[in-house]
């Protein structure tokens, strides 16, 4: 059994690049939309611009060196490959950290978060605040291997995501932390409850309000009703088809990289707290190295195919009853699918923290790092 942790720099190769800016260049454009703003998706022009950017002003191999100098690692766990970041801070007492991307997201997500993370007396932290951070992409997902039978979903990927901290080193105590299909995945692990697994922290729960619930909503909970149910009626298209069809778009995907990234703009635009303009919160060049992680590796039909997994694990039945290890939670106000300190309540069985930020949405460590950090590091003071 090989349980080798190996160094994994990135080099794409130029012909890879040039390939890709071949296709840019050679863009069939559709026609506009027929309305003023993105109620029928991304516009035209955003996407013509980001485009332009994109061909002309962004440069790959910044991000490249900037992956490479936080421990781009590989390993094979349950025959498949992951690639995650191994990002050890310098104070020697630092909690592991397992945080977990999901869709349209990638490890980059959290760079702004892993410096405040990883050295908190440089950030308006003390020294216990430190964490070792750990952050794999997914199967499918980035640099790790696409799976090539069917079964990688939330439960298989939150084992070998256990076996990762194991073989790290990291079994004896550490923290999850995780957002859309990562607050799957780490809610999966407090259920699982593995060695040394002591706490989490999600900034998205993924739950359905009761029948009592509903009846008895206070105004904001109302509110929060009102935005899930429009987040189903008019944004969950993507959703909808990756969960029943996900390879009738895979061909689009893997040809275009212009079908790819309108595809990904999509949920930026219509799940941040951004006013339908990703653009004013996340800068471009981030954008579009979120792009760059599934186009290089081809990883937009493979990444898609996680929710056809998803959607049946969902139909045979997932872990049930409140989330037994201790836990924290944070809203959002851009989030769609949010819920109150109140319903929280019956769904955690140990809820150490719950914080509601004043801006973000549902990329909320690309949108507020400084909430999201906050937010981290009280619920983990919480657990000390």
């Not at 630092?94 to 997201?105: F, I, Q, V, Y």
């Not at 951070?133 to 997914?138: A, G, H």
């Not at 901290?165 to 999966?188: E, I, N």
């Amino acid at each position: 059994m090989n349980n080798a942790v190996d160094a994994f720099p990135i080099h794409v190769s130029q012909a890879d690049l040039d390939d890709l800016a071949r296709r840019l260049e050679c863009t069939r454009w559709p026609d506009a939309e027929t309305v003023k703003d993105g109620s029928q998706g991304p516009q035209l022009e955003r996407i013509r611009a980001l485009v332009d950017h994109w061909r002309t002003v962004y440069d790959w191999r910044g991000t490249e060196a900037l992956l490479n100098s936080w421990g781009s690692s590989r390993t094979v766990i349950d025959g498949l490959g992951f690639h995650f970041l191994h990002i050890r801070s310098p104070e020697p007492n630092a909690t592991p950290l397992l945080m977990t991307h999901g869709w349209p997201g990638s490890i980059l997500e959290f760079r702004d978060v892993i410096a405040p993370l990883t050295q908190p007396q440089a950030h308006g932290g003390s020294a216990s605040d430190a964490f070792h951070l750990v952050i794999p992409s997914l199967p499918g997902f980035g640099f790790s291997d696409k799976p090539t039978e069917p079964g990688w979903g939330v439960g298989r990927t939150a084992l070998a995501f256990t076996e990762l901290m194991q073989r790290l080193g990291y079994g004896d105590r550490w923290m999850a932390q995780g957002g859309d299909w990562g607050a799957a995945v780490t809610t999966a692990l407090a259920h699982m409850r593995p060695p040394g697994l002591a706490g989490i922290h999600l900034n998205m729960v993924m739950f359905h309000p009761t029948g009592k619930e509903i009846e008895q909503a206070t105004p904001q909970e109302q509110r929060m009703l009102d935005d899930a149910k429009r987040y189903d009626q008019e944004y969950s298209g993507y959703m909808k088809l990756q969960c029943t069809r996900p390879q009738s778009l895979a061909f689009a995907l893997a040809d275009s990289p212009v079908g790819l990234a309108s595809w990904l703009y999509a949920l930026f635009q219509d799940a941040s707290d951004t006013g339908g303009q990703p653009e004013r919160v996340i800068a471009l060049d981030h954008l579009i190295d979120d792009v760059m992680l599934y186009w290089l590796p081809n990883a937009g039909p493979s990444s898609a195919r996680f929710y056809w997994e998803g959607a049946r694990e969902i139909a045979k039945g997932m872990p049930t009853g409140p989330v037994p290890l201790p836990a924290g939670v944070s809203m959002f106000p851009g989030e769609q699918v949010r819920l109150s300190h109140r319903w929280a309540g019956s769904r955690f069985a140990d809820l150490r923290f719950f914080g509601e930020a004043e801006r973000g949405g549902h990329f909320a460590a690309m949108e507020n790092p400084a909430a999201f950090v906050e937010h981290v590091r009280a619920t983990f003071r919480a657990m000390a």
